[in-house]
C-alpha cells in the first residue's frame, strides 16, 4: 500500500519503518529539517556528537525502546547510570530519588518525610490508575501525603511544570510518574538522534521516501477512498492511507469534513510548548546532581540539568552542558527571546545555584522550542483522548495525548508505533 505518515518523531518514523519492512511504499513528511521530533538532537561543536535539544533518558520500565535500540544495533552504545537528582529548596541541593532520601529529606518533619513514603510506595505499588481519575493530584496527595508533603515537594513541581493550572492535574498523572520512573537512568551515547537517523535510513533502504521542511495545509479524503495531502507549496500528494501524528486540535484543524460532534470533542484542551536553554561551558555548574529541580518560587525556569554529571564532557570535546528547562504556554514571552537575552534573565538565578558562576564560562548558548510538548493533563483529559480511528476513510490518528496515563516520552512514543503499525499490517493482509 501507499501509506503517509505524517510526522517524523518517535511514533511516526516507527510506524513508517514498520510497515516500509512489511511492503507499503511508506512517506514521510515532516516540517522540520531533520527527523527526530521532540528527541532530536543537534551537533555539540565540532565534537560530531548528538546532544538533545530537550533533555532525555530513558528509565529501566522503558523496555520497548530498549528493545528498538538493541534491534538497530545501537545496544553496545546504551549505558545504564545512577545518577544523584536533587531538589533545590532552601537555597541549596537537597537529595530526594530514593526512600533513604525522602526519610532524611529536612524540609520535612519526621512524621511528613513517612508520610511522603508511604505515599510514594502506594504509587508504586498501586496497579489500577483508575482509582485515581477523578481527583487531582493536589487533592490526593493532600489527603494521603499530607498538605506540608505537598506545599514542600509536589506543589512546587507541578506549578512549574503547570504554573496556572497546577491545581487541575489529575492524579492519575502524578501515579505514572511515579511508577514509570527509576533510580538507574538510560543513555544512548552519541545522542538518542542516531535512533531516529537508522530507522530514517531503514524507511529509505525499502524505497520509501522521507520529505523534510514540508508543512501540511490541509487533509481531505477523495471519492475513491485515497487521502490528499496538501503540502504548503500547493502541491498535494494522494496516499492509500494516512498516519497522522499530529497533536488532536492540530489535525482537527488540518482535516477536511469531520462531523462537528468529533471536532468539538478532540478540539479540546491545552498543551505547553517546551523550551530549553543549553549552556556549553568551560566550568562545572552544579556540583555532582545531574538533575535538579527548583522547588523555590519565582525561578524562570523548573529544572536545572548538567548533562555532563551523567555523561563524560570528553564526548562533547570537553564541553560541561547545562540545560535549564521551561514547560509554559505558547504565547509566553520567553518563546520570542534571543538565547544571550534568556541568558540575562536567567544569570542571577544560575548565580543562586553557583555563586562562583561568572558569564566568561560560557562558551555556547543554544535556545530551543517546540510546541504542543506537554499536554495538561486535567481530570476531564481521558474522555478528550481520540481513538486511532478517525471520521475520515483510511486516515488514522496517533499523538502523545493517546499514551495517557503515561506521561510523553520516546518508549511510549515508540509502543504506539509498533501497536498501530501491527495492526495496519493484519488489516492490509485481510
Same mark, same amino acid.
Given at each position: ?45 565540532? +565534537? ?60 520535612? +518533619? ?45 506543589? %512546587? ?29 538510560? =543513555? ?140 509554559? %504556554? ?15 534573565? =536567567?544569570? %542571577? ?17 543554544? +535556545? ?6 506537554? %499536554? ?35 518508549? =511510549? +512514543? ?17
Amino acid at each position: 500500500m501507499n501509506t503517509g505518515v505524517l510526522g517524523g518523531g518517535a511514533l511516526g518514523l516507527t510506524v513508517a519503518y514498520r510497515l516500509a519492512n512489511a511492503g507499503d511504499k511508506v512517506t514521510v513528511i515532516e516540517r522540520e529539517t531533520e527527523v527526530g521530533g521532540l528527541a532530536a538532537g543537534f551537533l555539540v561543536g565540532d +565534537s560530531g556528537t548528538y546532544l538533545e535539544k530537550f533533555y532525555h533518558h530513558i528509565f529501566k520500565t522503558d523496555t520497548t525502546i530498549e528493545a528498538l535500540i538493541k534491534e538497530l544495533g545501537l545496544g553496545d552504545k546504551l549505558e545504564w547510570l545512577r545518577p544523584v537528582t536533587s531538589m533545590w529548596v532552601g537555597g541549596k541541593a537537597v537529595q530526594l530519588d530514593s526512600p533513604v532520601a525522602v526519610l532524611k529529606y529536612k524540609p520535612l +518533619s519526621l512524621f511528613s518525610r513517612f508520610r511522603l513514603a508511604a505515599g510514594l510506595a502506594y504509587l508504586k505499588l498501586e496497579g489500577n490508575y483508575h482509582r485515581l481519575e477523578r481527583v487531582t493530584a493536589a487533592q490526593w496527595v493532600k489527603k494521603w501525603m499530607g498538605k506540608p508533603a505537598y506545599d514542600k515537594v509536589w506543589g %512546587p513541581q507541578l506549578a512549574g511544570k503547570f504554573g496556572a493550572v497546577a491545581d487541575t492535574i489529575v492524579a492519575s498523572w502524578l501515579w505514572a510518574r511515579i511508577k514509570d520512573r527509576t533510580t538507574q537512568l538510560g =543513555y544512548l551515547h552519541g545522542g538518542f538522534q542516531q535512533i531516529y537517523n537508522r530507522l530514517a535510513e531503514g524507511i529509505r533502504a525499502k524505497g520509501g521516501e522521507i520529505m523534510l521542511g514540508e508543512t501540511i495545509t490541509s487533509i481531505a479524503s477523495l471519492p475513491d477512498g485515497k487521502v490528499a495531502v496538501k503540502l504548503q507549496d500547493g502541491r498535494e500528494l494522494t496516499f492509500d492511507r494516512l498516519v497522522c501524528t499530529f497533536p488532536s486540535r492540530l489535525f482537527v484543524k488540518l482535516a477536511e469534513g469531520l462531523p462537528a460532534d468529533y471536532a468539538a470533542k478532540y478540539n479540546w484542551g491545552q498543551a505547553y510548548g517546551a523550551h530549553c536553554l543549553i549552556l556549553a561551558l568551560n566550568q562545572q555548574v552544579i556540583a555532582r546532581t545531574y538533575w535538579m529541580s527548583i522547588l523555590e518560587p519565582n525561578y524562570p525556569f523548573l529544572a536545572a540539568v548538567e548533562h555532563t554529571n551523567l555523561i563524560d564532557r570528553a564526548e562533547y570535546g570537553g564541553s560541561r552542558l547545562l540545560y535549564l528547562g521551561n514547560y509554559l %504556554p505558547m504565547d509566553d514571552a520567553l518563546f520570542s527571546k534571543t538565547g544571550e537575552q534568556i541568558l540575562e534573565e =536567567y544569570t %542571577p538565578y544560575i548565580k543562586k545555584l553557583n555563586p562562583q558562576f561568572d558569564r566568561s564560562w560560557v562558551t555556547q548558548v543554544y +535556545s530551543w522550542q517546540a510546541a504542543y510538548a506537554q %499536554p495538561v493533563v486535567t481530570v476531564e483529559f481521558k474522555d478528550h483522548i481520540p481513538p486511532h480511528d478517525t471520521p475520515l476513510p483510511n486516515v488514522y490518528l496517533a499523538n502523545m495525548f493517546q499514551v495517557y496515563p503515561h506521561d510523553r516520552g520516546q518508549n =511510549y +512514543s515508540i509502543e504506539m508505533g509498533n501497536e498501530l503499525a501491527a495492526r495496519l499490517i493484519a488489516e492490509a493482509k485481510g
